[in-house]
C-alpha cells in the first residue's frame, strides 16, 4: 500500500500512523482481534464451541493482540487477584512483545460489572420503567468507575433493541416498546460509563428485536421507514447525543442482508452520515456466523472479508476469521489489506484515546476491591423502587401492619428471580453451583419478614417451569389461613432455553410459565385477597388475573435491592411510581403489537379481534393521586422549531409521591399513515401532598420529524395534537397546534434529546 488512506470520519495522529507502517500483516491482524480464555462448559455465548482453536493465552498473544475478552466476567474470581494477573498480562505486552502495544480489556455491563462480588442493577426493562434518566447516569458512573479501578476499558451496554415483540427472549435486556424512551435512557447510560473513561458500546445494530415471531436470530421482515423511525432512532440519538465511542453489530439480516456483512449500514449510515468516528466490533462469532449461520460466505476468510468490507473493526470474541482465515486471503488476494488497515487504524486510535498507547502498568493493581459500595446500593435500591409498577390496586395495598400474610410462589424466595440472563449470578454462576453468590440478596420473602409487622408464612405452591402440582395444597391452605395472599410468580432468567426468558428462550405463548396460572386460580378460588407479584423479564397476558386480584405488581428483575424494594411497596414504606415501559400485552396472538400503531394498527370494524393491550405503555398507580391539567402550547410552534408545552401537575392525595409527566403528540393529517400516540417528552416530579408545579417540556423538530415517501426525514406543517396523561391511552389535559411553516427536511445536526425543566 503506497498511500495510507485514512477511514471516513476519523482523525488518526501520526503516532497511530506510524505503528501502523512499521506492522506485519500478523501484527496488525492481533490488533483486530480478541482472545478468551474459559474453560469447557462455560457456555455464555451462542455456539461458542463450533469455531476456536484450542489453545491457550500465551500462543496466541506473540503479535500482541486487540481485546482481552471478558478477564473478571468468565468465571467468579477474586477481583483483586484477577488484577493482579491482569497487570502481570499488561506488562508482558508492553515489554515482550516488539511493538509493545497493552490489550483493550472488555467486560459485559448490562446491569453492573459482570463480575464476582459486583454490585447487580435492576435490568434495562426496569430503568424503562423508572422514567429516570438521572439515575440511570448516576448508574452508569458507578458501573464504570468499578470497571476502570480494575483496568477494563469498556463495556458492552446498553442494549438499543427496541422492543417490538414480548416473545423475543432477550426483552429483559431491552429498555421499552418507545424507541424515544430508548434513547434518551440509553444515552444517559453511555454518558455515565464514558464519564469514568470506559467506553461504551451500543448494540445490536440494527433490528436485531424485529425478528420473525420473536424468535433469536430469526429474519427481520421490515420496512425502510420503520427501521428509520423507530429502530434507528435510538442509536442515532446515542451517536450523535451521547458521543459513544463503540458499536456493535446485530446478528440480524435484514431483507436477506446480514448487518455484519451491510456496508449501507456499518458504513453508509453510522459514518458517512452520523460521522461515527469510533469502532465497530462484532457481536460474540457473528462474523463466523456470515458462514455459518447466514450462509452468505464461502469460508471463513470470505467472511472475515465481507465483515471488514461493510466496516466491522474487531472481531469478538476470538479471531476465529480475522486471524489464519483472513490472513490467507490477504496473501492469497481475495481480500484487499487496505481493509485491514482501516480496521487497524480504528483499533490504535481507540487505544491511543484510551490511554493505552503510553500506558507501562508499573502502578500497582488494587489490592483492596469494594464492586458493592453503600453508593452502588443507594441507587440500586432507589431504581429498583421507581422501577416497581402498581397495576392494579383495590385498597389491598399497602398491607395492614398486622395482616396475616401467606407469602405464596416459586419466585418468593429465590434469589436468582431478582437478576436478568446478563447478570452474573444467572449468567455465569449459573455454571458454578458450588460458588457463592457473592453479594446480598435478600429475596422477596426475607425482606416482607423483616418489614412487616404482622405474622408471615411462606409457601412455594410450585416451581417456576415445571409441570408439578404437588405444592397446591399446601399453598391453598397458607391462603385460606391467612387474610391476605401475596403470590410471587414469574421467570427465570436464563440463556439458550435453559430459562424461561433471556438470550435463546423465546416463547409461543404470553401465560405465566409453567403451572403458575394453576396455582394463582387455585389460591383465588380461596376467597383470600391476593396480591399478585410478577418477577419477570417480560410483561405478561394476565387479564384474567387483573380484574379478580386484590392489587398486582409489576417488577422487571429489579437486581440485588429488589427484594427490599418489592416489600417497601407491599408494606407502603415506597410509593410506587414506576410506569409500563411496554405495553401489558392481551394475548401471543395479538404479536407483535406497538402503542406506536396506526389506526388500522388498533381495533376498528375491520376485523373481529382486539389488539387493545390489557394495560398500556405508560401506566402506573401510585398510593397517592395526581392531576395534570391547563396544558398550554406555546406561540410560535414552528417545523423547523418544533414546540414548547407547560402542564401543572398537581398532587392531590395525602402522601407524597412521584408522578412521572408523559407528553404524548399524534399528526391529525400525515403524507404517510402515523402513529395515533407517539411520546413527545417526560419528566419524573416529586410532590408533596397538595403541592402543584408547571413542567415545561420542549420538544426540538426532530422529535417530531418522520420518513416521507420519498425517504427523507421530515417535519410537515398542519395540526398536531398533543395531551398529557397517565398513560399514552388517556388524554387528561389536551391542546390542537397547528405547526406553521414549510415541510422540514431534519438533519443530523438538529438534536433529538429533549429540554426539559421545571420550575
Avoid at 470497571?147 to 416473545?167: F, K, Y
Avoid at 470506559?198 to 425502510?224: C, D, E, M, W
Avoid at 465483515?307 to 490472513?327: C, F, K, M, R, S
Avoid at 427523507?712 to 398536531?720: D, F, M, S, T
Amino acid at each position: 500500500m503506497t498511500q495510507l488512506e485514512l477511514p471516513v470520519g476519523i482523525q488518526v495522529s501520526e503516532r497511530v500512523r506510524d505503528l501502523l507502517a512499521r506492522m506485519t500483516l500478523d501484527e496488525k491482524l492481533a490488533q483486530i482481534v480478541g482472545f478468551w480464555e474459559k474453560s469447557e462448559g462455560e457456555a455464555v455465548a451462542p455456539l461458542q464451541g463450533e469455531f476456536e482453536a484450542p489453545r491457550g493465552l500465551d500462543e496466541a498473544i506473540q503479535d500482541g493482540l486487540g481485546h482481552l475478552t471478558r478477564v473478571y466476567g468468565t468465571r467468579p474470581v477474586d477481583a483483586a487477584e484477577r488484577a493482579a494477573w491482569l497487570w502481570a498480562k499488561q506488562r508482558w505486552f508492553v515489554n515482550e512483545t516488539r511493538l509493545g502495544i497493552p490489550a483493550l480489556v472488555h467486560e459485559e455491563c448490562l446491569t453492573g460489572l459482570s463480575a464476582w462480588g459486583a454490585a447487580t442493577f435492576p435490568t434495562p426493562l426496569a430503568w424503562g420503567a423508572s422514567f429516570d434518566a438521572d439515575l440511570v447516569t448516576r448508574m452508569g458512573e458507578l458501573i464504570g468507575g468499578s470497571m476502570r479501578e480494575l483496568g477494563i476499558h469498556q463495556g458492552l451496554a446498553p442494549v438499543l433493541d427496541v422492543i417490538r415483540d414480548p416473545r423475543w427472549g432477550r426483552v429483559d435486556e431491552c429498555i421499552s416498546e418507545d424507541p424515544y424512551l430508548v434513547g434518551t435512557l440509553g444515552t444517559s447510560y453511555v454518558r455515565g460509563l464514558q464519564s469514568t473513561g470506559v467506553h461504551a458500546t451500543l448494540k445490536h445494530f440494527v433490528g436485531y428485536s424485529a425478528s420473525q415471531s420473536g424468535r433469536n436470530f430469526a429474519p427481520v421482515h421490515i420496512g425502510r421507514r420503520e427501521l428509520a423511525d423507530v429502530l434507528l432512532v435510538p442509536f442515532e440519538m446515542g451517536v450523535l447525543d451521547g458521543g459513544v465511542r463503540s458499536v456493535m453489530h446485530s446478528y440480524a439480516g435484514i431483507d436477506g442482508v446480514p448487518v455484519a456483512a451491510d456496508p449501507d449500514l456499518l458504513t453508509g449510515l453510522l459514518r458517512e452520515r452520523w460521522g461515527f468516528d469510533g469502532t465497530v466490533v462484532a457481536d460474540y462469532f457473528g462474523v463466523a456466523f456470515l458462514q455459518l449461520l447466514h450462509h452468505v460466505a464461502s469460508d471463513l476468510g470470505d467472511a472475515a472479508g465481507q465483515a471488514l468490507a461493510a466496516g466491522v473493526d474487531i472481531e469478538l470474541p476470538t479471531g476465529d476469521a480475522y486471524l489464519a482465515p483472513l490472513a490467507a486471503a490477504v496473501r492469497a488476494g481475495t481480500v484487499d489489506e487496505a481493509l485491514v488497515d482501516r480496521a487497524v487504524l480504528r483499533a490504535l486510535a481507540q487505544k491511543e484515546a484510551l490511554g493505552l498507547l503510553d500506558a507501562t502498568f508499573e502502578d500497582e493493581p488494587p489490592t483492596e476491591v469494594d464492586l458493592d459500595s453503600p453508593a452502588h446500593r443507594e441507587v440500586a435500591a432507589l431504581l429498583a423502587e421507581r422501577s416497581l409498577v402498581l397495576l392494579t390496586n383495590d385498597g389491598a395495598l399497602p398491607l395492614a401492619a398486622d395482616a396475616r400474610v401467606a407469602v405464596i410462589g416459586p419466585n418468593a424466595d429465590r434469589a436468582a428471580a431478582l437478576f436478568g440472563c446478563y447478570s452474573f449470578l444467572n449468567h455465569v454462576l449459573a455454571h458454578h453451583p458450588d460458588a457463592v453468590v457473592g453479594i446480598e440478596t435478600p429475596t422477596v420473602l426475607e425482606a416482607l419478614r423483616r418489614e412487616h409487622g404482622g405474622d408471615v408464612s411462606y409457601t412455594p405452591g410450585c416451581a417456576v417451569d415445571d409441570d408439578d402440582r404437588s405444592g397446591f395444597e399446601a399453598a391453598v391452605a397458607a391462603a385460606s389461613a391467612a387474610e391476605v395472599a401475596v403470590l410471587v410468580v414469574g421467570d427465570h432468567a436464563a440463556l439458550f432455553g435453559r430459562g424461561t426468558v433471556g438470550e435463546g428462550c423465546d416463547r409461543d405463548d404470553l401465560e405465566l410459565p409453567g403451572v403458575q396460572r394453576e396455582l394463582v386460580e387455585a389460591v383465588l378460588a380461596t376467597g383470600t385477597p391476593v396480591v399478585l407479584v410478577m418477577l419477570t423479564g417480560r410483561p405478561y397476558a394476565v387479564d384474567w388475573a387483573l380484574g379478580r386480584c386484590a392489587a398486582a405488581v409489576q417488577a422487571f428483575f429489579p437486581g440485588e435491592e429488589g427484594g427490599n424494594a418489592v416489600a417497601g411497596v407491599l408494606t407502603g414504606r415506597v410509593n410506587p411510581s414506576g410506569r409500563l415501559p411496554v405495553s401489558l400485552p392481551r394475548s401471543a396472538g395479538a404479536q407483535p403489537y406497538t402503542y406506536l400503531h396506526p389506526t388500522l394498527g388498533g381495533d376498528g370494524d375491520v376485523t373481529n379481534l382486539s389488539t387493545v393491550p390489557t394495560l398500556p405503555f405508560g401506566h402506573g398507580l401510585s398510593y397517592t393521586s395526581f392531576t395534570r391539567t391547563d396544558l398550554r402550547v406555546a406561540p410560535g410552534a414552528t417545523t423547523d422549531a418544533g414546540l414548547r408545552v407547560t402542564v401543572t401537575v398537581t398532587n392531590t392525595g395525602d402522601r407524597a409521591g412521584a408522578d412521572v409527566v408523559q407528553l404524548y403528540g399524534k399528526d391529525v393529517v400525515a403524507s404517510v399513515t402515523r402513529p395515533v400516540a407517539q411520546l413527545l417528552g417526560y419528566r419524573r416530579v416529586e410532590l408533596e401532598p397538595g403541592r402543584s408545579v408547571e413542567v415545561e417540556l420542549a420538544v426540538p423538530a426532530a422529535r417530531l420529524a418522520f420518513t416521507d415517501r420519498t425517504g427523507r426525514r421530515v417535519v410537515e406543517p398542519g395540526a398536531l395534537e398533543v395531551w398529557v396523561g397517565p398513560s399514552c391511552a388517556q388524554r387528561e389535559t389536551q391542546a390542537v397546534v397547528d405547526l406553521a411553516g414549510e415541510t422540514y427536511p431534519v438533519t443530523i445536526d438538529d438534536p433529538r434529546w429533549t429540554g426539559v425543566t421545571v420550575r
